[in-house]
């Protein structure tokens, strides 16, 4: 009886958001096509993998290890305290954008000479669009509203708490508290790691307002 419940439960789930979680897998889709630019052009990431690449290394783990330790770390406080912003979206984040990225590594390889990434022209254009490329689209993946990976959950927690600041500026203590941390680990932060900490919050916000705003809208 309860199987079949949770089973109509999960449909009804899909069937009520299956547009969002159709965006949500093209946005994650498009941060994992941006995210293989940014790891070629070597000029920083995102402030999460800039953290536990230096904290793995500094301890001694594998990146990956320390990373889903951290991960289960940090989904265990989202489910004590917003389990709410766990949903398919939380699954296809964690799961799909490092395959993602790898996918378009392994084709950029094949097809774009390495010079287009380490020559300094068009290197810097490839990262610029890179970075307004990831930024954008993870800023609608945040904004879908069917689950956010727990990394992410963590600057929603914090503006739950400090109720009288802003989103984008609770993300910014988050991003800018890992590129701290990586830093103390040893870690120096570059170009791309520090716009991503100062740009990501008020994506986030903006992209927001405006779907909320074709939101109203449409309903009215």
Not at 14 to 40: D, E, P, Q
Not at 79 to 90: E, H, Q, S, V
Not at 142 to 152: E, F, K, L, R, S
Request: net charge positive; hydrophobic share 50%; charged share 15%.
């Amino acid at each position: 009886m309860d199987k079949d419940r949770q089973r109509v439960d999960i449909k009804g789930y899909i069937k009520k958001n299956y547009r969002n979680i159709i965006i949500c897998f093209l946005a994650v889709l498009g941060m994992g096509f941006s995210l293989s630019f940014l790891i070629l052009c070597n000029l920083g990431t995102d402030t999460c993998t800039f953290m536990n690449r230096n904290v793995s290394g500094k301890i001694g783990l594998s990146f990956g290890t320390w990373q889903l330790m951290v991960n289960i770390a940090l989904l265990v406080l989202v489910i004590i305290f917003r389990r709410d912003l766990i949903g398919i979206g939380t699954v296809i984040n964690m799961v799909l954008i490092a395959y993602y990225a790898d996918f378009f590594d392994w084709i950029w390889g094949k097809f774009i000479p390495e010079s287009a990434f380490t020559e300094p022209f068009s290197r810097g254009i490839i990262f610029t669009l890179s970075l307004a490329g990831f930024i954008i689209t993870a800023a609608i993946y945040m904004n879908t509203d069917v689950g956010i990976a727990p990394y992410d959950a963590l600057a929603v927690m914090l503006n739950d708490v400090l109720k009288k600041l802003p989103f984008f500026l609770c993300r910014n203590i988050v991003d800018f508290s890992s590129i701290v941390i990586g830093m103390l680990a040893g870690g120096r932060p570059k170009i791309g790691h520090i716009l991503m900490a100062l740009l990501l919050g008020p994506a986030i916000t903006l992209v927001g307002k405006k779907l909320k705003g074709e939101s109203e809208n449409q309903s009215a």
